[in-house]
């Protein structure tokens, strides 16, 4: 079966099954299994996703996280790590702790972001630089 074919015999089914009984579902979905050599979950999926779609693929949308910490608080971790000549994220986040003294007297961070600060794991850290 080719492609255009295989698109109308799709929509026809599709706007056949839509419209048919329990029971004649049930012969639709046993020849539409029988015609492509589909499984019949697959079928039932392929009959509802070819009328949501109307046969042609969506771009699925990637999902993002919203970002846990400001940027500002990720500029200040860089800059110790300059700092500090560049350590490894676990050792950063242990100077992030030694270091806190220094770093509110030079960048004056509120509470909120000094929580942040201290929070941050080494793999965010490692992500971030």
Not at 17 to 39: F, Q
Not at 44 to 72: H, L, M
Request: some cysteine.
């Amino acid at each position: 079966m080719d492609l255009e074919s295989r698109k109308a015999y799709m929509d026809a089914i599709s706007e056949r099954y839509h419209k048919a009984s329990k029971e004649s579902k049930t012969r639709i979905l046993n020849e539409l299994c029988e015609v492509c050599g589909y499984n019949r979950k697959y079928a039932i999926w392929k009959i509802n996703y070819w009328r949501v779609n109307q046969g042609e693929p969506q771009p699925s949308k990637r999902r993002r996280r919203q970002k846990t910490y400001p940027e500002e608080v990720m500029k200040i971790v860089e800059k110790v790590w300059a700092s500090a000549d560049y350590p490894w994220s676990v050792r950063l986040k242990e100077i992030l702790r030694l270091w806190l003294p220094w770093i509110r007297e030079r960048f004056g961070l509120p509470p909120a972001q000094e929580n942040k600060l201290l929070s941050v794991s080494p793999s965010t850290i490692d992500r971030s630089l």
